[in-house]
């Protein structure tokens, strides 16, 4: 892969799914410099002059090898702060840098994401006045849509993505439907908005799981565009929550931290703060936030958001579901040890991460034993990390197969065990072959 960028040009090769090589073939100019500085100060890569081409570097970047002194074959979690900044000067998507996402396959081995692209990059939703319905169209109203999203939410909480992905398409046309409607009538005009703005948060959020991190951007910004014209708060707020998603996705780190920074000073001043359903949204404005300062390699902003968080949680006094936020203490709890594990702090991940989330929407049980799994990996303890993985494949098969960080993980716990794990018969290396961590 060969980029032109900032003065100089870099080839990029990228060695399975934790190595890449870059060529800097000129390091004249500041976008130059500002990327051999990257490299070559970063602990997640080794640079060297290319003694074959004058004036050079050949940069590998092998996957983040710190090694603790009791585990050779121990590593820490991969520093995605440094490929965001990376993709920022090469000026290419993280996913370039990250892999490209899997496709999502049903059951049927259908895939509909190109179906959500092509709705969500319909050319008629650049123009309401040149692509509107006609005046004598029907047009759906926002009640039946609703129930209909409600119902599509249950199935991304009950890890049912391929359902999910399959309605998608649909739902986001009615969707641009209804915001025709609330043109046509003042009094539904703020339901339609909401319901708009339902439907594109479920799609950005289903994305950037997916790893499709530039049409979930698309999405999320499409459900705050939604959510500004109904004038709902927490139609806003809920919004706002997949905006993050999306910026997370894209290694936008920063921006999310101060997205939810903005949103929730802006919440607080307009909702109720006995409210359950705003103290949920604002709970999880903060616990998001906080995952994208951990990324961000910012403990002490993670650290204070995630204590904002329990604050709220104490208050609301369980585990709750409102606007599908899943918010609670078990919930802040999830999200304290995921920000631990961006962090690097493996060894509080694997004591504190036996929990009981029976209980939970099982999207968050998935995601925890996924977090947990990783941690086990990389603490040694390749066997636990497995049958972590294989629990949460038996709870729900999509979420699980299609993840990027278990294809990570499996891949990882294969170079654990090269002779045992690596071997086509092997159990590992069948779930590994199901989850298309390896051909």
Known sequence: MCWATGGFLLLLTAQGSRRLWVSLLSDSGSGAAALAHLITTSPCGLATRNRYWPGSWVVALTGWPKRSPDAACRRMPPRIDMLAELARVLRVPLGELVGQPVLLEDDRQQDDVPAVRDALMSPRRLSRLLFGPEA???????????????????????GRLGKVIAGLPGLLQTAQEIEGQAARSPAERRDCWAVSARVHHLAATTL??????????????????????????????????????????????????????????????????????????????????????????????ATSLLNRAEVLARRLGSDENYWQTSFGPTNAVLHRLSAELNLGNVSYVVEHGQLDVDHMPLER????????????????????????????????????????????????????????????????????QRCRAVQ
Not at 136 to 158: F, K
Not at 380 to 407: C, I, K, Y
């Open 208 to 301: 950037a799981k997916l790893g499709e991190s530039d049409i979930s951007w698309l999405a999320a910004e499409r459900a705050m565009r939604a959510a500004d014209e109904s004038g709902d708060p927490l139609v806003l707020a809920s919004a706002a929550r997949s905006a993050t998603h999306a910026l997370l996705a894209n290694g936008r780190y920063d921006e999310a931290m101060q997205l939810g920074s903005t949103t929730s000073v802006w919440l607080s001043a307009r909702v109720d703060e006995s409210d359950p359903a705003a103290i949920s949204l604002l709970g999880m404005l903060y616990l998001r936030a906080a995952i994208a300062a951990a990324r961000a390699q910012d403990r002490p902003t």
């Open 365 to 432: 049980r998935v995601s925890h034993r996924i977090d947990f799994a990783r941690a086990l990996s990389l603490a040694g303890r390749g066997d636990d990390a497995f049958a972590e993985l294989l629990t949460a494949e038996r709870a729900s098969p999509q979420l699980v197969r299609n993840n990027p960080r278990v294809r990570d993980t499996l891949r990882d716990l294969i170079k654990q065990a090269p002779i045992t794990g690596g071997a086509r018969s092997s159990k590992l290396f069948v779930m590994a």
């Open 136 to 158: 004598e169209a029907q047009l759906p109203s926002p009640g039946p849509t609703a129930r209909l999203v409600e119902q599509t939410w249950n199935d991304y909480q009950a």
